[in-house]
Nanobody, 127 residues
């Protein structure tokens, strides 16, 4: 059973930064493409960033492009989401999810493509 545990959330002011971590166990991280999703209050959950199992492909939703960076450290079984220039609209519960589809050459931001989910970590951006 694959498990994912997020950490690093907290309360920050607009313009500040946070780095989220997603630790994967039960399978080698290199076998999994990892995506970050978020659920803001009264909004649908959306995919915001992903990294392919090979590390050779990343993707971002337009609202975070240029501010957020996803990376992975296979030796530590950890995926990171560096979030800079945070805005109040970034307030949400952030989830990491694993995609074990071997046949995809690119990572995905669609919920239907995810096989396992973490429980989430809360990020609050407020003055």
């Amino acid at each position: 059973q694959l498990q994912l545990v997020e950490s690093g959330g907290g309360l920050v002011q607009p313009g500040e930064s946070l780095r989220l971590s997603c630790v994967v166990s039960g399978s080698a991280l290199s076998r999994n493409s990892i995506s970050w999703f978020r659920k803001a209050p009264e909004k649908e959950r959306e995919g915001i960033a992903c990294i392919h199992r090979s590390g050779g492909n990343t993707d971002y939703v337009d609202s975070v492009k240029g501010r957020f960076t996803i990376s992975r450290d296979n030796a530590k079984n950890t995926v990171y989401l560096q979030m800079n220039s945070l805005k109040p609209e970034d307030t949400a519960i952030y989830y990491c999810a694993a995609d074990q589809s071997w046949y995809n050459s690119r990572c995905r931001l669609a919920e239907s493509g995810m096989d396992y989910w973490g429980k989430g970590t809360l990020v609050t951006v407020s003055s």
